[in-house]
Nanobody, 116 residues
């Protein structure tokens, strides 16, 4: 069994930066891709960024050039470096771990609020 624990959320001013971390513990050998998704009330959960074990990355157009995703396979941890934050980035950010099949695990979410 695997558990994902996110950290690093909080309040930040527009234009500021924030780094999110997600640590996977337990049985982690099956994990291929890890990533971040976000959700606001009344909206569907949307992709932010993903990264595979081979370090192939994918970003939403809305965050491309501002966010960076990275992972440390030895530590079973994925990071999301968020720069030039905008109010529209405000959301609950969820960590995701996916295997080679359709099995996936979600973290509990961490709130990011971008406001003056």
């Amino acid at each position: 069994q695997v558990r994902l624990v996110e950290s690093g959320g909080g309040l930040v001013q527009p234009g500021g930066s924030l780094t999110l971390s997600c640590a996977a513990s337990g049985t982690t050998f099956w994990i291929n891709a890890m990533g971040w998704y976000r959700q606001t009330p009344g909206k569907q959960r949307e992709l932010v960024a993903t990264i595979t074990r081979g370090y192939t990355t994918d970003f939403a157009d809305s965050v491309k050039g501002r966010f960076t995703i990275s992972r440390d396979n030895a530590k079973n941890t994925v990071y999301l470096q968020m720069n030039s934050l905008k109010p529209e980035d405000t959301a609950v950010y969820y960590c995701n771990a996916k295997g080679s099949g359709n099995f996936a695990v979600w973290g509990q979410g961490t709130l990011v609020t971008v406001s003056s």
